[in-house]
């Protein structure tokens, strides 16, 4: 179901679009930025958060600054907050 305007993407979303975007595989990539697999997929499920180090593994492999990552995670949890 897509976000309605006042509704902001779980940012594991917008990585799973991402990743989708760039045919990557999730465990390969997980495993590319240095994290396990169920660690990155727990994100993708928004069973974990965005951290700052997750984010900086994220910058240099998606092209997306960490700032972006973080702006999504905080944009997010405010709106659940």
């Avoid at 928004?46 to 702006?71: H, N, S, Y």
């Amino acid at each position: 179901m897509p976000a309605s305007d006042n509704e902001v993407l779980r940012p594991g979303e917008v990585l799973i679009y991402e990743l989708d975007a760039r045919g990557q595989d999730v465990t390969n990539f997980a495993i590319k930025i240095g994290m396990f697999p169920s660690d990155l997929i727990d994100i993708l499920l928004g069973k974990q958060r965005i951290t700052p180090d997750v984010a900086f593994r994220l910058e240099p492999e998606l092209g997306l600054p960490a700032d972006f990552w973080m702006g999504l995670q905080a944009d997010y949890d405010a709106q659940k907050g």
